[in-house]
Structure formats: structure tokens, C-alpha cells
């Protein structure tokens, strides 16, 4: 059958503003940032894909390569069984033997699943990959009810919503999935994903000033990604403001991943003149340094997507603090200026997980210098370092950087989704 453009009922778990307690339908006007939603248009567009694919159908590189690389992968099979689960557990209570056990590892992996099949069907055109994304989406949908575990089903909620969410946006199209098992599954991401986003962007567990950055990015990216989907308008609305302003209305709260309070410190680079930003979770570790940084890319790109430009938002923040975390993943030496954090004082730039390859630079460094021709070298030395870690010279995604959580945090994949340029 005809796609017929999704309109999506909000029920009556949303929370407000984003519904009320009877189902409406969602709100579809324009918003402040002046057009209508653009699908697909989260992580990725039509006129992305038809890039993609005219570079693999004429065996360019890297495209090519990265493309062979995803075919080969576990998760993008068309014989991958999905796990759905009815209640989703990250963080095991140790007071509250009525918590299942942990079980998030089955939303990551399904939800990258989804993702790479159905890349594998917009690129390739072979049908069999996006019938088998709808099997995953559509056995998520009918079993999740709920997130449960310790403050970390937060976390759950944000990286995981996003990357449903993107995952299910790349797939509206297609004509095998159902309107009203598209619509079942916009509910289920509004009434369990969203839901705990906002609830933590709102209140932050309670604990003011105590979350690092990618609690609250994870979560922003969470409702942008949501309500593209869903076109629902205050909820994307509210996540972008989030991000640039922090919570509205109470510019007193201390809102780690919104752009005020991101920043720690900015450098002027001798020689290149360009800016450096110590970011917030600089002297924690540079694990999760590089997770603020894939998930700062997601919230840029998606807005990107949609016509809101957040790559320029406050002098370009996002590109000046990718070139200061990749400066110093790469073995460079970079200025430092100690802050606290919940943990205390954090004396110096912390080497923690130093040169981890982490995916997420190949979406930054093809805006910044490929799209838009800005000095982002410093991310294109740590995009190549992670890229030298797959054997075809390729950024790799969910199951290339090993089975835990912080593997499957990014999409990755971005050598054939974003590259710009020819080698």
C-alpha cells in the first residue's frame, strides 16, 4: 500500500506539556524555528541517502568499503531475533528485590539492529532487511511498558529512545511497516522513552547539580529524535531550547549537557588561532568525554536536519570542543582549568581512557570541514585513529567496539552515512 503521511496519537501517559490526559493528536504546527518536520530527518534525510547510494553504485571510496563493512556485520542480518522486553532494566537495585535483573543490553542491540538493517535496505534496496526491521520494532512496541532499575534506567531512556526513535524514522517509508504499527510504536516511545527524558531533563533525580553532561545530552537527544517522529512540536521544541538554554525558566538550576554550563574554558590554539573547549566531563574521563562528543553530534545533526542550526550555536561550541577532546586523544598536550564536579575538585585533564576509539567523529568532522570547510584537523586525526582500528579503514558501529553498553552508546557507521568527500 501508499505510505500515508504518520500522524501519531499522544495517550494519555505523556506527560505534560507534551499531551494532556486525554489521546490528542500530536501537535503538527510550525515552531518557533519557522517550517514543518522534514521526514526522514533525524540523524539522516532523503537527500542523504541518495548520496549514499550513488556513491556505492558507483563503488567509490570509502563509501564502498564502509558499505562491505556494514553487510558484514552481525547485527545488520537479516536473521537477527530481536528480545524485546514488557520492563527495561539498566542499574540493579540492591533495596528492591522486586527489580528485575538487568536486561539493557537487548534494547541496544535490537535498536542498532533496526538501524543497520534498514541502512541496509535504503542503500541496497533489498526488502528482506526492512521487513526484518519491522519485526524488531514492532516486537518492542507491543511488549515495553516500562523502565525500571537504579537512576541509571535515565540513561536507558535517553540513549536508547534516540536510537529507536532514529531507527524507526529511517523506516516510516517503507511500505511493508504498517501505519498502525508505526503508530504503536510512536506511542510506546513517547509513553516510555520520552517519558523519562523529560521527567530527568525536568528534574534531575532530584539532585541538583550532580549528573555529568551525557545524562542530560542522551536524554535532549532522546526527545529531539521522539518528536521528529512523532511530530510532535513542543516536545522538539523543548529539547533544542534545553540544549541551549537549560531548564526554562530557572536559569538557577545547574543543567551540566545545556551549552551554558557545558563549557568550562575556552583557549585561543597558538599558532592555528583557533578556539579550544574544555568541556564538562574533560577531567572525569575520556570515555565519556568522547560520549558527550557522539551525542553533541546527534543533537547537532538532528537539528541540523530539521532546519535548526545548533553546529554555530555560541561560536560554533560544538566543533571547538570536538578539536579539544581529539587534540588530546590523539597524544597532544592541551591547556586544562580545574572544576568541581559532584566528585570533587578535578585537578587535571583526566587520562582515563585515552585513546579509547570511540565512533562519532566522522558525523563532526564531515560538517565542520567537509560541509562547511572549517579547521576541524584535530578531528580528522582522531576520526582516522578510530577508523585505523577496523581492518577496512572505516568508522564501524554497534558490535565493532566491543559487546558492553559504551560500544553501542553511538551508531557509528559514519564513513558511509556522513563522509562528504572522495579519498
Known sequence: MLFQKLILVISSACILPFGNASPVAADKSQ????????????LHTKKDIERVKGHVRAQEQPWLRAWQHLESTKLAQATWVPTPQSILVRGRSTTNASVPSENYGYAYRDAHSAYQLTI????????????????????????????????DKYLAAGLYGYQF??????LRTYRGWAYSD??????????????????????HNYKPDFYYANWDLCNIACLMSVGIFNENRTMFDFAVDY???????????????????????????????KTLMQHQESGR??????????LVGVIGQQGWNQGVDLFSTFGRQILNAAEYVAKYNTNHTVP??????????????????RFDARPGYELL??????????????SKDYRDYVNGNISANVEGGGGDYGPNSGGFDAFGHGTLMYRLQKE
Open 243 to 273: 540544549w541551549k538554554n537549560g531548564l526554562p525558566g530557572d536559569s538557577s538550576v545547574v543543567v551540566n549537557g545545556a551549552l551554558p554550563y557545558f563549557s568550562i574554558a575556552n583557549y585561543t590554539e597558538e599558532g592555528s588561532g
Open 182 to 203: 508505526q503508530r504503536a510504536f510512536g506511542v510506546m516511545l513517547n509513553d516510555v522513552f520520552a517519558k523519562y527524558s523529560r521527567d530527568f531533563l525536568d528534574h
Open 285 to 294: 574521563d575520556q570515555g565519556h568525554s568522547l560520549l558527550c562528543m557522539a
Open 31 to 42: 515552531s518557533q524555528y519557522g517550517r514543518p518536520f522534514i521526514h526522514p530527518g533525524a
Open 165 to 170: 526513535a532514529n531507527a524507526a524514522e529511517l
Open 120 to 151: 541496509r535496505w535504503l542503500i541496497g534496496g533489498n526488502e528482506t532487511y526492512a521487513d526484518r526491521a519491522v519485526v524488531i520494532l514492532n516486537s518492542w512496541a507491543s511488549k515495553l511498558v516500562d523502565i525500571q532499575g537504579t537512576e
Open 365 to 378: 568532522h564531515s560538517h565542520y570541514a567537509e560541509l562547511e570547510s572549517r579547521n576541524a584537523s584535530w
Open 336 to 353: 586544562y582549568t580545574p572544576y568541581t564536579s559532584w566528585e570533587g575538585l578535578l585537578p587535571v585533564v583526566s587520562p582515563k581512557s
